[in-house]
C-alpha cells in the first residue's frame, strides 16, 4: 500500500491517518512516544525490532522515538542476551525505561505521604504532625545554614536561601520590592521595604494542601535563618501560583505588607502573618 507524503514525513509513524497541519503532526508524534514509552514500561526491555511489530509502525519511526527517549534520559539500553552459537555483529539492543521514564505514568507518592501524615494525626496527635513538619523541613535548610548565615544583611540571606531552595527543587529566586525616598518618614511608610522570596514551586504542595503545618514550620524556619520576621504572602499548597515570603529591609523589623493574592478562582485569599523574629 502507497504511504502519503504526510505520512512519510513523520517517518511512518501514522500509518492510519494522514497528518494535516503542524499542530496535528507534533500531537501524533507525542502520541507516539508516549505508545513507544508504555510498551516499554508494560513489555520491556525489548527491541526496537519488536517495539515496531506490536505497535505496527516503521522501525525507522521507532528508533526516532527510542532515540529521543534516551538523549531525555527516560530509557536506557543494555546488550540482548545471545542464543544459539555466538555469530558476528553487535549484539541486539533491548530498550528499556529509566526511573525518569517511568515518571512520566505518574506515582502515589504523594497519596501515600497524605495517608502517612492523617494515620500520624490520628494516632500520635496534632502535636506529632507538627513535630515532623519540624523535622522536615530542619533537614531541608540545615545543610544550606553556613551558607544563608554568612550575611547580617537579610536580602542577602534571602538570595542564599533561594539558592538553597534550588539546590532542592524549589525553582526559587527573590526581588527587592518598596522604595524609600528622603521625603518619607514614619514607620509606616517602611512597612513594604525589602524582599520577596519567590518559590516557584513546591514539592508537598499536594500534601501542604491537607496539613498547612508544613507551610508554617518552613515559615518559622525562614525567619530563624533570616534573623527577622517575615511574612507568607501566597502558598502554591492555597491555590497561588507561587509561594511568596515577604522579608523586610531591616534585621528584627516587623514586617506588615498587604497579604492579599488572588487565586485561580477569582477570590482573595489572606495569608496570616508566619515567623516568629529571631
Do not use: W
Not at 522604595?179 to 514539592?203: F, I, M, W
Not at 505588607?257 to 482573595?268: D, F, L, Q
Amino acid at each position: 500500500m502507497k504511504k502519503t507524503a504526510a505520512a512519510d514525513q513523520v517517518g511512518g509513524d501514522t500509518p492510519r491517518t494522514a497528518v494535516n497541519a503542524v499542530p496535528s503532526q507534533v500531537s501524533a508524534e507525542g502520541k507516539t512516544r508516549s505508545e513507544v514509552a508504555r510498551l516499554l514500561l508494560e513489555q520491556g526491555p525489548m527491541t526496537a525490532v519488536v517495539v515496531a511489530e506490536q505497535l505496527g509502525i516503521s522501525p525507522a519511526a521507532v528508533r526516532r522515538h527510542l532515540d529521543a527517549l534516551l538523549a531525555d534520559g527516560e530509557a536506557e539500553t543494555r546488550d540482548a542476551p545471545r542464543r544459539g552459537p555466538r555469530g558476528r555483529g553487535r549484539p541486539a539492543k533491548l530498550f528499556l525505561l529509566t526511573e525518569a521514564g517511568r515518571a512520566r505514568f505518574g506515582h502515589a507518592y504523594d497519596d501515600l505521604a497524605v495517608s502517612a501524615i492523617r494515620f500520624l494525626a490520628e494516632h500520635a496527635g496534632e502535636d506529632a504532625v507538627r513535630a515532623f513538619a519540624e523535622r522536615r523541613v530542619a533537614s531541608l535548610v540545615e545543610p544550606h545554614r553556613l551558607a544563608i548565615t554568612g550575611s547580617s544583611d537579610p536580602a542577602a540571606r534571602a538570595e542564599a536561601l533561594a539558592t538553597a531552595l534550588t539546590r532542592e527543587g524549589y525553582a526559587a529566586s527573590t526581588r527587592q520590592v518598596g522604595t524609600l525616598s528622603s521625603s518619607q518618614e514614619g514607620p509606616g511608610l517602611r512597612q513594604n521595604v525589602g524582599a520577596q522570596l519567590c518559590q516557584h514551586h513546591c514539592p508537598v504542595a499536594h500534601v501542604a494542601a491537607e496539613f498547612p503545618q508544613l507551610c508554617e514550620a518552613e515559615t518559622e524556619a525562614f525567619a530563624k535563618l533570616l534573623g527577622t520576621h517575615v511574612q507568607r504572602l501566597a502558598t502554591i499548597a492555597r491555590g497561588d501560583s507561587v509561594c511568596t515570603t515577604h522579608v523586610p529591609a531591616s534585621a528584627g523589623q516587623p514586617a506588615h505588607p498587604e497579604p492579599v493574592s488572588t487565586v485561580p478562582s477569582g477570590r482573595t485569599a489572606r495569608i496570616p502573618n508566619g515567623g516568629k523574629p529571631a
